[in-house]
């Protein structure tokens, strides 16, 4: 009897290490995340939000997930290289930053790799995926457009300028988005019954001279067009429509916080928590292929009143109880 039991405490013992042992070996099991960027600063601005997503789903940095981070620091023609070099690590997912250009160099270099990106405005136009409910291949992602927005942004500005006639549409036409972008504006432009014009920047050279033009050609306001070059100028831009007395609305919060007017478009804190629950997917077993690429549904407005101020501008309350943030 005495034999059975020491038998029986032998199984149990040995049945509980390799429970621990499984678990451990779970435990174990790491996950290698590459980031490529365009922009400076993404580190700071947007990639914090993707990592606590992905901590809040059990990928620790420095634990069970390895997180590398590469930015071509505003030089497009660095992503090729940076992507190349981040594919020879073979990561479980190639994760790119805002963008369309990281996005195609990410695809370019991520043959068998599942591909991630975070905001590209018109995925489908620039080649990135093949539809939206259907990406195809290794890539999927969110797109950083959505019907309505841009009418939102023209109907801010009538509520800021509401004698002016005619208003100034700031885009870089390199970009698949800003085409499309451009046209739902012109539409709801129609149907305000008020005249829209472009004013290109294809370089950061460019950018006081269209927003210059601008106010010769007698616009009542501006809506700049979010991509990585006006991102990358944003403090320019908001400084010389300041001098110019121009009210200005802006797609991104960072636009806002560099003095621009007021910022309306995609939530991107929500858009990268958003990316971190579907590298999540991906991590385990989903294909990119079966992910539909998503588009935003939540928005943020942001004033600044500063700036309001200090131009002479006045924000009606019909915009400030609208606004999800003041900056004074």
């Given at each position: ?10 199984l ?14 779970q ?29 809040q ?55 068998g ?6 905001a ?22 969110l ?169 002479n ?16």
């Open positions: 009897m005495t034999d059975r039991r020491s038998l029986m405490k032998i149990a013992g040995a049945a509980l290490l390799g429970i621990a042992h499984s678990a451990g070996a435990k174990a099991k790491s996950f290698t995340i590459a980031y490529l960027a365009l922009l400076p600063g993404e580190d700071r601005n947007f990639v914090p939000n993707f990592l606590h997503r992905l901590d789903l059990g990928y620790v940095d420095g634990q069970n997930l390895h997180f590398v981070y590469r930015s071509a620091e505003g030089r497009p023609e660095l992503l090729s290289g940076l992507a190349s070099d981040l594919a020879r690590m073979k990561p479980d997912v190639l994760v790119t930053g805002f963008g369309t250009v990281a996005a195609k160099a990410g695809k370019a270099a991520g043959e790799i599942p591909v991630v990106f975070m590209v405005g018109d995925p489908v136009g620039a080649g990135v995926v093949a539809s939206l409910a259907r990406p195809g291949g290794n890539v999927t992602g797109s950083d457009l959505a019907a309505g927005l841009q009418g939102g942004r023209l109907q801010l500005l009538r509520e800021i300028a509401p004698a002016a006639s005619l208003f100034a549409a700031v885009l870089n036409p390199g970009t698949p988005y800003a085409a499309l972008a451009y046209k739902e504006l012109e539409s709801a432009a129609h149907v305000a019954k008020v005249e829209l014009r472009a004013f290109e920047v294809r370089s950061p050279e460019e950018v006081t001279p269209q927003l210059e033009a601008s106010k010769v050609a007698g616009a009542g306001g501006l809506v700049i067009f979010e991509d990585p070059l006006t991102l990358n100028q944003r403090s320019e831009i908001t400084a010389v429509a300041s001098r110019l007395g121009l009210p200005a609305v802006y797609g991104y919060r960072e636009f806002a916080e560099a003095g621009g007017l007021m910022s309306y478009g995609t939530d991107h804190g929500a858009q990268w928590r958003r990316g971190a629950e579907i590298v999540d997917l991906i991590l385990k077993g989903a294909k990119p292929a079966d992910i539909p690429v998503e588009q935003p549904t939540k928005f943020e407005l942001v004033v600044n009143l500063k700036t309001a101020k200090a131009s501008f006045t924000v009606p309350p019909t915009i400030m109880i609208r606004t999800d943030e003041v900056i004074e």
